[in-house]
């Protein structure tokens, strides 16, 4: 099964019109927590990103919370590798808490679930870096960023899905009356 299919039989991509927490209108919700109600789904997302870092040498792979956890650890898994999980600190970046081990010269592979503008993975490979940790790649579920973003290494995505938005005041799904729907909340 291809990924957007298996996000497709999730119930992960929503069809319609909605209204973005930017205000912006948008023909298509991504509801990417739901692909994580199958095990099996998330091992074969996991495969595809294990399969595109196959002939890189990788120490640990590193995830923020949450879905980054369970992301992590279903890679590292397939890889034969450690796993670690970086959490909200303090500060709210993301950083390495519970005796999280990176040695310097470590070999990081960073995964995490949909990719829009990158905040998190920053936080990541800066934490990583901290620890003089290595950051060999990144490799999420699903890339929807609009131009590309350079981490200062290779990302991998199993899906490629733009995000597509209107500014509310020009949005032709409102010019063709299709009910406007906030979703969430569930
Ligand atoms: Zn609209």
């Known amino acids: 099964m291809k990924a957007e299919e298996m996000f497709r039989k999730s119930g992960a991509i929503l069809d319609g019109h909605f209204i973005l927490t930017s205000g912006r209108h948008s023909p298509v919700y991504w509801e990417k927590f739901k692909v994580m109600q199958y095990p099996q789904y998330v091992s074969q997302l996991c495969g595809m990103i294990v399969e595109h870092y196959k002939n890189e040498s990788i120490d640990l792979v590193a995830g923020p919370t949450t879905a980054g956890i369970i992301l992590a650890f279903e890679v ?96 032709p799904l409102c010019a063709a009356k299709i009910p406007l729907v906030k979703p969430g909340g569930s």
């Open 76 to 171: 590292a898994r397939q890889m034969g590798v450690r796993a670690i999980y970086a959490e909200k600190a303090e500060n709210k970046t993301f950083a390495f808490k519970r005796g999280a081990a990176i040695s310097p010269g470590d070999r990081v592979l960073v995964v995490d679930d949909v990719l829009t503008t990158g905040g998190s993975i920053r936080e990541v490979i800066a934490a990583v870096k901290e620890r003089k940790g290595i950051v060999v790649g990144v490799g999420v579920l699903v890339d929807r960023t609009e131009h590309p973003l350079d981490f200062g290494a290779p990302l991998y995505g199993c899906v490629r899905a733009e995000a597509i938005s209107y500014p509310a005041e020009n949005c």
